[in-house]
């Protein structure tokens, strides 16, 4: 399980606007948080909270980058339903959310399957992981890691 202080996964994936996305090539510190799903409610709620504090972050130099094992077309439909500015990375295989350390099995309605829990990493221009924020609950969470982003500052 990797944590604050180590070394980031280093990782290339596809992302919405018809992008491609690589941590190596990111050239600032960096925000990624996995979700479960598109356009689910607390999803929703995370992404827009996200967007809705995306300037302040980019004053900070920091970017926004969302990722879950949906398709890029998913992505696209949810980013343009609730007005979604950050790019949203695709991670089909999940071997990304295995590298973090998110990819879990779960429990619902008696059903165990595998899928992604709600996770955010602080990762700072060099690589290294600031802050690491696991079983996320919404609300207040983008605020929280706004604070951490700017404790990045010199």
Not at 65 to 83: N, T
Request: proline letters at 5%.
């Amino acid at each position: 399980m990797i944590d604050a202080n180590d070394k980031a996964p280093e990782f290339t994936l596809p992302a919405s606007g018809d992008q491609t996305l690589s941590l190596a090539e990111a050239g600032s510190a960096v925000v990624l948080f996995f979700y479960p799903r598109d356009d689910t409610p607390g999803c929703t709620k995370e992404a827009i909270a996200f967007t809705g504090m995306e300037a302040q972050f980019a004053a900070l130099g920091v970017k926004i980058w969302g990722i879950s094992a949906d398709s890029l077309a998913s992505h696209e439909k949810f980013a343009a339903k609730h007005g979604l500015s950050m790019p949203l990375l695709c991670d089909a295989d999940s071997a990304v959310c295995e590298a973090y350390g998110v990819w879990k099995e779960k429990n619902m309605y008696g059903k165990k399957f595998f899928g992604i829990e709600r996770a955010t990493f602080l990762i700072n221009a060099d690589g290294t992981l600031a802050q690491v924020w696991r079983k996320v609950k919404v609300p207040g969470h983008a605020e929280a890691v706004l604070e951490a982003a700017k404790a990045l500052l010199p």
